[in-house]
């Protein structure tokens, strides 16, 4: 079974519309971590957000957030104010502490963000 | 601090040549990461070392793979004898050992073998 599902191979978003890119994950690991991570065109990986299992409170981080719905095992990326630069692949990963620092990543979802 | 460096940035080479990937992690991290990123079979982690000693190398995909970490700020990802499916981009990443161990990734190198 996969671990990471991204069932979005593309989306398109208006500037400055927000934008939310799906990621369901399955574990039995109690203790986990989801990330997401952004790969433009140039081809470096960006780290962006990160949510452990453990924590209450949904992650933020500047125009990026993260939807954790634990009982339904999704981890939803949601992307405030779009911008033309936002335009890349995004990838959803997990590690499971079972497995140490292994990441394991979905399949991606490009986003184009259109004027 | 300088990110993840890694070299070449491109190689091309003919199947059957041995091919060396270079990665310089970022100082301070003691994890280190090589993954391989191609369409078919997306981003793969092929080995993973703490503090130089590998700890996870089962994603190595057959014996022309062989990584080494000979120091903390050093490590090689080499493919011998080289074949046209090793094609793919290579990414070095590392990370602190401290949770979330969110890692931080090389721009990559890309290989083309014919």
């Known amino acids: 079974a996969q671990k990471i599902t991204q069932t979005q191979p593309g989306m398109f978003v208006q500037e400055k519309e927000a934008v939310t890119l799906d990621c369901t994950y399955d574990t039995s690991d109690p203790s986990y971590g989801l990330f997401w991570y952004k790969q433009p065109s140039s081809g470096e990986m960006i780290f962006l957000i990160y949510q452990g299992s453990y924590d209450q409170q949904n992650a933020t981080e500047g125009r990026y957030s993260l939807n954790f719905q634990k009982a339904r095992k999704s981890a939803n990326l949601v992307i405030s104010a779009s911008q033309l630069g936002d335009s890349a692949m995004y990838f959803c990963?997990?590690?499971?502490?079972?497995?140490?620092?292994?990441?394991?990543f979905g399949a991606g979802t490009i986003l184009r963000v259109k004027s | 601090d300088a990110g993840v460096i890694q070299s070449p940035r491109h190689e091309v080479t003919e199947m059957g040549q041995e091919v060396t990937l270079r990665c310089k992690p970022i100082?301070?991290?003691?994890?280190l990461f090589w993954y391989r990123q191609t369409m078919m079979r997306g981003l793969e982690l092929l080995i993973y070392?703490?503090?130089?000693?590998?700890?996870?190398d089962s994603g190595m995909p057959e014996d022309r793979f062989s990584a080494k970490m000979p120091n903390a700020s050093f490590s090689t990802l080499k493919i011998q004898p080289s074949e046209p499916r090793d094609s793919a981009v290579y990414f070095c990443?590392?990370?602190?050992?401290?949770?979330?161990?969110?890692?931080?990734f090389g721009p990559g190198t890309r290989l083309t073998v014919t």
């Open positions: 070392f703490n503090n130089n000693v590998p700890i996870d």
């Open positions: 990963a997990m590690r499971e502490r079972e497995y140490g620092n292994k990441l394991v």
């Open positions: 100082s301070g991290h003691d994890y």
């Open positions: 990443a590392s990370s602190l050992p401290g949770s979330p161990h969110e890692q931080y």
